[in-house]
């Protein structure tokens, strides 16, 4: 095979199909041909460019390390200690650029992690499909509810692959929640409770900022991009989920990665009706977005969901769901467990009040004796049922499949689509909240309900 049509080979592996980038072709063919990727053949490897090489992206780089075929090339970061340690960390391969543009340009990368504060996570997604570049967006996908639509709008203009980053999906735990669900095991289904608790300083976001951070360090203009303009602020930079100006607070940082499972396991798109609560009662000084929320979520499909978060106590540690059916129910977390339905029938206290002889007849009806006796046995034998304990590094399997779709063409689990309605449900919390109001869903639309 020549080298042309090796490299071509390999831009079909991963490109397929009308590309946005078609006029940089002839650079992203020369750069393959150039033995920059060693012995194993062009056709496996992909070049990754990171944008924004913070603490989720040099955990991503981590998990994609172990894929084999995918080469780090590039990365770029707003603060000098973490472009050098995501460095150090992919073994000194991947050169530094001052700008996310240059990233963008380089017609020798295929796509990029876009791991950055939520206020530039449009922008950068946006102009990085328009560059051609497949992209894996952490979440949330947006930091105002309707970006939503102008990503998914520019993912089929483009016809680039975007995955957004809610890993859990791809956990074995939840892919195996998702099968006893549809399994029919827990009977029907009418309410599932999800939660994410913390009670630390570190929990609540307030992270230790470097000891060489500075003005020569941080490049805070870099950092603040779309966001209003305002001094230099180290707690700002390092601590921006803490604030509005960046972050959509618990609902958009951790709600969301629920709400994402939540439509997986369940099968769902969104729910129809909103109600949220939140306010500040602790971590006052170092922020400006509630502590602790509380959300009620209504489905359509015939179950409610009871959301809540706070940074305030751990009685149930991390976060977790308990999904809530009338033949039992399973609870998620670092295991699954099973713990079946046995309920019984018994309204004593009630006919404790007939009649003395009705009472005694009622109780001593043979049908009666037999169903007690047996109810109450199954009772007895109740145990939970460990159906398994999790242990996979879900954020490769999650770059696996984003990886496989890029092999594909064909649109991931996590699609543009299904990171909007994940997100949109976390803006609603934050939109019901603003307002006290419920906020409703429109499914034609895909945005919240205007009147
Ligand atoms: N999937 C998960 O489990 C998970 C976990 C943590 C964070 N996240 C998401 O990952 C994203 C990053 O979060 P984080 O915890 O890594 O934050 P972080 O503050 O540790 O990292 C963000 C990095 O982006 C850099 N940055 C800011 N503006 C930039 C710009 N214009 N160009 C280049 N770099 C820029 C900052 O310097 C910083 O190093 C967020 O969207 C967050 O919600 C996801």
Same mark, same amino acid.
């Given at each position: ?8 080979? +390999? ?37 990754? @460019? %990171? ?43 991947? &050169? ?26 449009? &922008? ?23 970006? @939503? ?22 956990s074995d735990i939840q892919?195996k ?12 289904? &009418? ?44 707690? +700002?930079?390092?601590?921006? +989920? ?10 958009? $940082?951790? %709600? ?21 609560? *939140? $306010?500040?009662?602790? #971590? ?40 809530? @059916?009338?033949? *039992?129910?399973?609870?998620?977390g670092g295991k699954l &467990? ?10 004593? #206290?009630?006919?404790?009040? #007939? ?7 009622? %109780? ?24 398994m304990v999790g242990d996979d590094?879900a ?57």
């Open positions: 095979m020549s080298s042309r049509q090796k490299s071509i080979s +390999r831009r079909t592996f991963f490109r397929n199909g009308a590309t946005a980038a078609g006029a940089g072709l002839g650079a992203l063919i020369a750069t393959r041909t150039s033995g920059l990727f060693g012995a194993v053949p062009p056709s496996d490897r992909m070049a990754v @460019g %990171f944008i924004g090489v913070g603490a989720r992206a040099q955990q991503i780089m981590d998990s994609m390390l172990l894929i084999p075929g995918v080469e780090i090339v590039r990365v770029c970061d707003a603060y000098k200690g973490r472009v050098a340690r995501s460095i150090e960390r992919c073994n000194g391969k991947p &050169t530094a650029v001052d700008n996310y543009k240059k990233i963008l340009e380089d017609k020798g990368i295929d796509a990029v992690v876009i791991a950055v504060p939520d206020h530039w996570h449009k &922008t950068m997604a946006i102009e990085a499909m328009q560059a051609g570049k497949d992209v894996y967006i952490e979440k949330p996908l947006t930091y105002k509810i309707d970006e @939503g639509l102008e990503i998914i709008k520019a993912v089929k203009d483009t016809k680039r692959i975007l995955q957004v980053g809610s890993q859990g999906i791809s892919r929640t998702r099968d006893v669900i549809a399994s029919g095991k827990l009977g029907q289904i &009418t309410m599932i409770r999800a939660y994410f608790n913390r009670n630390t300083a570190e929990g609540a976001w307030i992270y230790p900022i470097p000891p060489d951070a500075n003005p020569q360090t941080v490049n805070w203009e870099m950092f603040l991009g779309p966001a209003p303009k305002l001094p230099f602020n180290l707690p +700002r930079f390092f601590q921006w +989920r803490c604030y509005k100006d960046y972050s959509g607070g618990i609902a958009t $940082d951790l %709600f969301v990665h629920l709400c994402t499972s939540i439509h997986f396991m369940m099968g769902v798109q969104a729910p129809s009706q909103v109600m949220g609560m *939140g $306010d500040l009662y602790r #971590w006052k000084e170092s922020r400006d977005v509630p502590d602790t929320i509380n959300a009620s979520l209504k489905y359509k499909e015939g179950f409610m969901v009871n959301m809540s978060g706070t940074f305030n106590n751990t009685i149930s540690s991390g976060a977790g769901f308990q999904i809530l @059916g009338t033949e *039992g129910s399973l609870e998620v &467990t099973f713990f079946p339905e046995t309920p019984v029938e018994d309204p004593s #206290w009630v006919v404790r009040s #007939w009649p003395s002889a009705m009472e005694k007849a009622y %109780f001593e009806d043979p049908k009666m004796v037999a169903y007690l006796q047996e109810a109450r046995a199954k009772e007895a034998a109740r145990q939970p049922e460990v159906i590094d954020t490769k399997a999650h770059l696996e499949r984003w990886f496989a779709s890029i092999k594909s063409r064909t649109a991931p689990e996590e699609s543009a689509e299904v990171g909007h309605r994940a997100c949109s449900v976390a803006h609603m919390v934050n939109l019901s909240i603003a307002s006290g109001n419920s906020v409703y869903w429109d499914f034609e639309a895909q945005r919240v309900k205007s009147d």
